[in-house]
């Protein structure tokens, strides 16, 4: 017999009618027999007015429920609406407990009956889905949603989902469905019945589309392209004229030759072919990545060699993949492979999934989490963990899950493996092998060459790009930080011996092979050295925490989150050395304790099942982590570098929060020695020079001693005519006022530009404290009409408050540190960039005050070596997010007259476009930008 499911949906004044808030419309959809049959949409007159924010969300007014009916007169229809129907709604929680709190209210019964809920349903059967709200969801499906935040139109979407996902249901493999009807009862939405229908609509016939073993459902894979050597290719200068002469203008409607990215596709060949390094300079609008990947596609396929592309950013390797990758498979005769290669922790390890699925007794979060994860085998060719939405934040256990299904090297079993054919981190090495651009990221090509982990092929050519960010990147893995999450993943893995964890599995499995006495007497070790560790690693934590604080000023104090530096051989780091040194013990102890139980069943393994040897491996996994911790121990508090900078991050309220980082001061030598000097090497970034001069990058990477090509391509967008650069010169100088002042002052500046802009002004700060002071004053002055975004106060990811600048009019949007590079606003969406201060890194930043010593000693002047060359790169990044497309236009100001008032501030202006400068009294200035934004209009 075909359900009733009755979808609801609530717009309501606040979260809970007990707290004194209020219904103001309800929507209804009943499907039966796949059908919406029936439909209600009423507003609800509410006792009080309607909240301003509500009203601007929904856009109901208090003119639109004066008249409506109250709840009590409603409520009836609701009730028969409801009676012998499933209840349905997105976010079902919220919904169901309002609408039984308001019946209540009126002395009807609550409903009991069995619920769905389209979130829950969705997260499972949708895992890749970006977002799970609504109306994310209805436009990525392409279901009807008129209204989104009112009730009708939210019910009649949530209905139109409902269907699409139990349509979704009936597609997935018998194995699947077999897990998810296991998993059903403890999942929030009552669809057990509708799993059952979908097993016996798929009936036993094995399906082509996927790959079924150990009674797991994978996606069926498409193996990779074979170099195929018999297509000729033409040599490269003959290829590019042909591809601009005659192939782009085909591709491209209007298209119009870049001479810029001709030229620089040219470099590129030329060095891998003479294998000597290049530095490209290529700002927006160059087309950047084709000037790369079609020199490197032509000497791949040519020399039967894969290419390394290295990028910092998921959103330009998601770029490189959705835009422009395709289009390069178009321009070759030949296979182009691409394939894309991450650290092995993001990918998924299948014998842990299966272990992790067969355990019973868990959490709500790991019940859905399996779901979610079985839907998505079937679905991902990469088994990159990256894809799926896992539930839970950090501290509900979304990292926990991770971890407990992850790839790592320690526990691989090899042969023993009955998944090792099908295993995702391994095909993707296979993958990598074979194809021809690896496009990969800076974090895991350091690491490669860091634990030469053998991941990347070795030898073959690397385009680096986003190549400004690799200095940080490789100080970042070439050192080591140590925190308190360290000791809490050990006590996760292993446990008490009370506890159902790894060492009961073990010493059940040694009842086995007759190890029981030897294996209960290091266990016994273990469980004692466990304590101590807790102890000792508690104090160890209270004790840097201390010193921490101890270092700081009080301002630091004051603010909450302390940086404070240290060297390892002064006289007040003893206590902690101390402690460190008993950590290292008692970890010792450990780790030679579980070595001693895996060494045991390790000689036993020729003889043990595959679930026997897997615990085993876990073992394996443990130890490893105990030898990364042990070494953080070291490298970070005990070992005595002069070469290295240290420093504690901590916090009064949370020891918990407190790390020690250790990094090398000057990577130069190294880079110029691990990859450099082993491989011809492209770096490109659209900001590589100051004042037009590679010098500075080339001595912070060790590149100046190689023969090193270098190349500008020049910008195809006309500056002089689309850009102004603004400098308000009534403006006071920061150091001449309290921060609080300034503050006010740029807030009234920021309110008198957006006048004029109306909005659309994305204002860059160098520190979350100004931007805090001068949210709270402008939002104060801030007329109704303007819209202000802050960072870290407006709740959402960067993504998320970028999506919603491009949305709302009349939009102000501020930002720190990630927004200075990577954010794209294209179009009339920005017209105005205001830089609050030249964004001079913070002298006290351990890493900044070490390298700035380092130049000093040398005799030489930290500032014009260092600290000034770095803020015009960030500088020019700040600068970039402005113009993104020929036709884009808009005005720059910079509130920071040192640009105007010192000599090493024109190194700014002379490292831009060439862009007029007009400096003059604020007032001044909104008169020139009304001018220039009327031209544009």
Known sequence: ?????????????????????EMIEIGVAVIEDGQITERLSAFVRPQKPIPPFISQLTGITDEDV??????????????QLLDGGVFVAHNVQFDLTFLNEALE???YLPYTGPVIDTVELARILLPTAESHSLSHLTEALQLTHHEAHRAGSDAEATAELLLHLLTRLQDLPLDTLRHLRRLAGKLFSAIEQEVDQAIQTVGLEPDDRFDSFRKLALKKRTEPVEWDTRTELEPFSPFVDRLNETVFPQLFPGYEPRTGQLEMMRHVYQSLDQETPLLVEAG??????????????????????PIIVSTHTIQLQEQLFARDLPLLRQLFEAPVDITLLKGRSNYMDLRKFEFFLSETEEPYNFTLAKAILLVWLTQTETGDL???????????????????????????????????????FHHAVRRAKQATIIVTNHALLFSDIQYEAGVLPKGCPLILDEAHQIEEVASHHFGLVFDGHSFDRIFRQLGFSSDKKLLTRLISLSDQYDLTELVEAHSETIDETLTKLLEEADGLLTIIQAYGLELASRKERREGRVTVRFKRLDQSMRAVQESAKRVELVLRRLRQAIRAIHKLFHDQREHMSYRERSVVADLKTVIGQLEEVEQAIFETMLAPHDETVSWIETTAKNRKLTRIYTQPIDISNRLHREVFSKRTCILTSATLTVSNKFQFIEQRLGLSELETRRFIVPSPFGYAEKVRLMIPTDLPLLQDVPQATYSEVIADAIIRIAEVTEGRMLVLFTSNEMLRQTHDATKMALPERFTLLSQGITQGSRQRLMKQFKQLDACILFGTASFWEGVDVPGDDLSCLVIVRLPFAPPDQPIVQARSEQIEQQGKSSFFEYSLPQAIIRFKQGFGRLIRTTNDRGVVFVFDRRIETTRYGKRFVTSLPNVPLLAKPLDELTAELELFLNETD
Do not use: C
């Open 1 to 21: 017999m075909e359900k009733k499911f009755v979808v609801v949906d609530l717009e309501t004044t606040g979260h809970s009618i007990k707290s004194g808030d």
């Open 66 to 79: 004066a008249q409506a009916e109250s709840f009590a007169t409603i409520a009836p229809r609701v009730l």
């Open 105 to 107: 209210e009126e002395g």
């Open 284 to 305: 927006t609008g160059t087309g950047k990545s084709l000037g790369y990947l079609v020199p490197a596609a032509h000497y791949a396929i040519e020399h039967e060699t």
């Open 386 to 424: 990256e894809e799926v939405s896992l539930p839970g934040g950090a501290a509900q256990g979304n990292i926990a899950i991770k971890q407990l299904i992850q790839s790592d090297s320690q526990s691989q079993l090899g042969r023993f493996d009955p998944w090792y054919s099908r295993d995702f």
